[in-house]
C-alpha cells in the first residue's frame, strides 16, 4: 500500500501579484491513508469529475473543488444542505490530489472562477492569501454555530493577522503507538532489564525509544511465527518521510523558551536545519533504520499502516490515521493491543541563542501538528460568499465531520472538541474502536501542549520540505554525509527565501507563532 503523490511543475507563468502558488505541488499530504490510490497519476487519472448536481432547476451553483480521496464527506454534506436549501446545488468537482494543486493555481491565475469553495492542505493557505485568492470568513462566520467547538490550535491555524481565512477540517499530530502485549509480557520485561538496567516502559525519550526497538527487533515475540521489527517509520523520500524525520528533529531544536526558533531563525529567516539539534536527529534516524522491516527506507505512510496493523512492530511513529487503521475491526491484527503516547522527547534541547544544549530535569516534548489538517476556503470569485459559507457550516457540522473522522480512509482526523469527548461515537463506528478515550487523551494532549509545534506556514512551505526530504534521503541511503546533507537543505532554505522575499516570509512566519498563541 504506496501513497505516492508526484510534484507536478506548473506549466503556466504566473507572477507573484496574481498568485503566489510555487513552482511545484508541495509534498504529499501527510495524514491522508486514502490517498494511496493516487500513487501515480497517469495521464488517463487526471480528468476532473463532477458529482451531479441534485437540484438542475436551483438558482445558484456553489461549485467544490475537492481531492477524489476526500469527496464521501463533502458528498453527505451535500445530501443535508441540498435538502434545506432548495435554491441551492452544490457541484463537486473531484480532481486526483496529484493535480490538486495545480488546478488551483490555475484557476487563481487565470481568474476563471471555476471554483467558489477550495478544500486542500492548509499548508497552502499562506500563498492563497498572500494571492488574494481566498477571502477571509470573518463577516460569515455568524453562522456558522459550531465555530467555538473546534480546537483552539486549528482555530488559530486558519488565521493570518487576526482574520479567519478558512474553516478546518482535519487535525494532525504525529504521535507514538506501541503493541500492549510487547510492553506488558513479563517475561520480556525480565529480559529487557537484564539487558539494559532499567525496567520495560513506554519510551519518553528518544534514547528510550531506540532502546526498545533494539530489543524487539528481529525475533518473534508475539509468537506467530513470523519476525517482528522493533518500529516502522515512514521513511519513503517523497512521500512522509519529511514530516517523519522532522518529528525527531523538533525534539531538539524547539526550545521551550525560544517560540519559532524550531525550522528558523524567528527575527531573520535563517534556517536551523544545519544545526546540532537537527544533525543529532539525523544521526538518531539512521539507527532507526536499522530496527524495522528491511526495506523501511522505502515505506511510505500506507506502507507503515498496514505493516503496523499487521502486527509486524512492537512500535511505530505516525499521524492519527494509524490508529483509525489499526482499530478497524475488517483490517487489523492488534486491535486489542494498540496503545497510545505523546511522540518521544528529550532531556535535551539546542539553545539557538547560546548555541549549547540546554539539560532539563524533565523531559521536554514539543509535538509536531505535522501538516496540520485539511481546511477549506471561499475563493475571491465566488458570488454567492454566504451560500458557501452555509455550505462549509454542514460539512464542518458535529453530524458529517463526526462521520469523517472515526471512518477508516477519509483523510479526515478529530478536530473539534466533540471528536475528543465522544467515545461513543468512536466504539459505535465503522471500526468499532477499542478504548478511544486512551487515543483522544493523546490526540488533544499533542494540540494542547504549550510546546507543541506547527508545520511551516509561509508561502513555499512545499518547497522547503521537499529540500530537507531530499537531504534526509540521500543521507539514509548513504549518498552523502549527515553534515553535507544538511548544508544542502540548509544552502536550498536560504535561496527558497531569497526568492520569495526575505521579508514577505518573516512576516508570514511570524504571523504563524502570533495567530497560534491566540
Known amino acids: 500500500m504506496k501513497k505516492r503523490l508526484i510534484a507536478l511543475v506548473l506549466t503556466i507563468g504566473m507572477s507573484l501579484s496574481m498568485v503566489a502558488c510555487g513552482e511545484k505541488s508541495p509534498n504529499a499530504p501527510a495524514d491522508n491513508a486514502a490517498a494511496e490510490d493516487t500513487a501515480a497519476v497517469s495521464a488517463e487519472d487526471t480528468a476532473d469529475t ?71 492542505p492548509s499548508n497552502w493557505l499562506a500563498e492563497f492569501i498572500q494571492g488574494n485568492s481566498v477571502i477571509a470568513l470573518d463577516d460569515y462566520l455568524t453562522t456558522k454555530d459550531n465555530w467555538d467547538t473546534i480546537v483552539d ?38 529480559q529487557f532489564k537484564e539487558k539494559y ?76 536545519v544545519n544545526s546540532p539539534a537537527y544533525l543529532k536527529a539525523l544521526e538518531e534516524y539512521k539507527q532507526i533504520l536499522k530496527l524495522g522491516p528491511p526495506n523501511m527506507i522505502n515505506y511510505g505512510g500506507g506502507d507503515e499502516r498496514a505493516a503496523f496493523a499487521a502486527g509486524e512492530a512492537a512500535m511505530a511513529i505516525d499521524w492519527h490515521d494509524t490508529a483509525v487503521m489499526a482499530q478497524d475491526v475488517n483490517e487489523s491484527k492488534i486491535k486489542d493491543n494498540v496503545g497510545y503516547a505523546l511522540a518521544p522527547g528529550s532531556r535535551e534541547v539546542w539553545n539557538p541563542e547560546t548555541k549549547q544544549w540546554d539539560t532539563f530535569d524533565e523531559v521536554q516534548y514539543a509535538p509536531f501538528l505535522a501538516f496540520s489538517g485539511w481546511t477549506s476556503s471561499i475563493t475571491s470569485s465566488c458570488q454567492n460568499p454566504q451560500d458557501a459559507a452555509d455550505f462549509l457550516n454542514v460539512l464542518d457540522s458535529d453530524e458529517v465531520s463526526m462521520e469523517a473522522v472515526t471512518t477508516p480512509g477519509t483523510a479526515r482526523n478529530p478536530y473539534r472538541k466533540e471528536h475528543l469527548t465522544n467515545s461513543e461515537a ?85 504571523n504563524t507563532y502570533l495567530s497560534d498563541k491566540k
Open 50 to 120: 463532477e458529482v451531479q448536481t441534485a437540484n438542475p432547476d436551483a438558482s445558484k451553483v456553489i461549485n467544490v473543488a475537492v481531492g477524489s480521496f476526500a469527496t464521501s464527506s463533502v458528498v453527505t454534506a451535500k445530501e443535508l444542505y441540498e435538502a434545506e436549501h432548495s435554491d441551492v446545488s452544490i457541484n463537486i468537482v473531484e480532481i486526483p490530489f496529484g493535480n490538486l494543486y495545480e488546478k488551483l493555481c490555475t484557476s487563481f491565475a487565470t481568474n476563471t472562477a471555476a471554483y467558489d469553495i477550495v478544500i486542500y
Open 153 to 190: 490550535v486549528y482555530k488559530g491555524i486558519n488565521a493570518y493577522e487576526g482574520k479567519n481565512y478558512s474553516v478546518p477540517l482535519d487535525g494532525d499530530s504525529i504521535i507514538l503507538y506501541y503493541r500492549k502485549d510487547a510492553f506488558e509480557n513479563e517475561d520480556y520485561k525480565a
Open 197 to 272: 538496567g532499567r525496567d520495560l516502559t513506554i519510551p519518553v525519550t528518544w534514547d528510550e525509544y531506540i532502546e526498545c526497538a533494539e530489543f524487539f527487533n528481529g525475533w518473534d515475540w508475539d509468537g506467530d511465527g513470523e519476525l517482528e521489527y522493533g518500529t516502522i517509520e515512514a521513511m519513503a523520500p517523497k512521500d512522509v518521510g519529511g514530516y517523519i524525520f522532522l518529528t525527531h528533529a523538533l525534539t531538539y531544536a524547539a526550545h521551550p523558551d525560544y517560540t519559532g526558533y524550531a525550522f528558523f531563525d524567528y527575527e531573520t529567516l535563517e534556517p536551523m
Open 426 to 510: 468512536w466504539e459505535n463506528s465503522a471500526s468499532k474502536f477499542v478504548n478511544p478515550q486512551e487515543f483522544l487523551d493523546v490526540v488533544m494532549e499533542s494540540y494542547t501542549h504549550p510546546n507543541h509545534q506547527l508545520d511551516m506556514r509561509l508561502p513555499k512551505a512545499g518547497s522547503y520540505l521537499d529540500a530537507i526530504d531530499t537531504a534526509v534521503s540521500q543521507a539514509l541511503a548513504g549518498d552523502i554525509s549527515n553534515e553535507k546533507a544538511l548544508q544542502s537543505a540548509y544552502d536550498a532554505w536560504q535561496e527558497i527565501t531569497d526568492d520569495e522575499d526575505r521579508d514577505t516570509q518573516i512576516t508570514f512566519y511570524q
